[in-house]
């Protein structure tokens, strides 16, 4: 296994949308548990293949207090979506930045795993807005560009403040 490394937003790679999985094979195994080790050394609750410069549709999950419940969608849809959460979000390629995105409160999932087994999935709470947040991941799009473009630009000079102090 590996750690992989975690693109920083303002990374273009960070805005490649994702191909579906066509092939269940070792490839995608070992990119899973590379994914899955990542995850848990970070630590994070989630991880995009888009994170990791992979720009396929894979996603990795653990929301739980014992993080010995990984999730692994490949290829998700969501079927259903009600309600509106208020949580708020982080994301491992914008440290430090936590914001209030408007997010479906339960969503129904359907993915495959890395075997290739179809499953239906329905989340809440964090959970669904963790997947929806991986999801957007998948399709090119970061957290904060659901914010103001005030909000976008603060935080832009946030980070570039934070790089130029650790380089
Ligand atoms: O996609 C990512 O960058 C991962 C991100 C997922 C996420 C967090 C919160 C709401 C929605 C999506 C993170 O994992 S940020 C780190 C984090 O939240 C956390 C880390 C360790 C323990 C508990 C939480
Ligand atoms: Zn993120």
Redesign the pocket.
Known sequence: MALLNILRYPDARLHKVAAPVTVFDENLKKLVADMAETLYA???????AT?VDVHKQVIVVDVSERRDTLIVLVNPEIVEATGVSD????????PTIYELVERAERVKVRAYDQNGNAFTLEAQG?LS??IQ??MD?LKGKV?IEYLSQLKQQRIRAKLAKQLRKTA
């Open positions: 970070v630590p994070g609750i989630g991880l995009a994170q949580i708020e979000e982080g994301c491992l390629s914008v964090l807005v963790c947040h991986e991941h957290f």
